[in-house]
Nanobody
């Protein structure tokens, strides 16, 4: 079994910054992609950013230039640095990881429990 634990959410004012962290643990042979989604009230869950193993990062247009995704592969951890936050960034942020549990086994997506980010003055 694989567990993803997120941290770093909170309440900030517009223009401020937050850094989210997500650590994967459990039965892990390798982690392929890792990324972040978010879901605001009344809206569908949307991709914010992802980073394939050894690949280029992808960002949603709404966060380009403000958010940066990074990974610490040795620690099975992904980060999301969020700068110049706006009220529209308010949402529950979810971590996702595409994990291969063992040699020759099928990879599966695993989700974190979510962390609330609220941007308000």
């Amino acid at each position: 079994q694989v567990r993803l634990v997120e941290s770093g959410g909170g309440l900030v004012q517009p223009g401020e910054s937050l850094r989210l962290s997500c650590a994967a643990s459990g039965t892990i042979f390798s982690i392929n992609g890792m990324g972040w989604y978010r879901q605001a009230p009344g809206r569908e869950r949307e991709l914010v950013a992802n980073m394939p193993s050894g690949g280029r990062a992808f960002y949603a247009d709404s966060v380009k230039g403000r958010f940066t995704i990074s990974r610490d592969n040795a620690a099975n951890t992904v980060y999301l640095q969020m700068n110049m936050l706006k009220p529209d960034d308010t949402a529950v942020y979810y971590c996702i990881a595409d994990v291969t549990p063992g040699w020759g086994l099928t990879a599966h997506d695993y989700w974190g429990q979510g962390t609330q980010v609220t941007v308000s003055s």
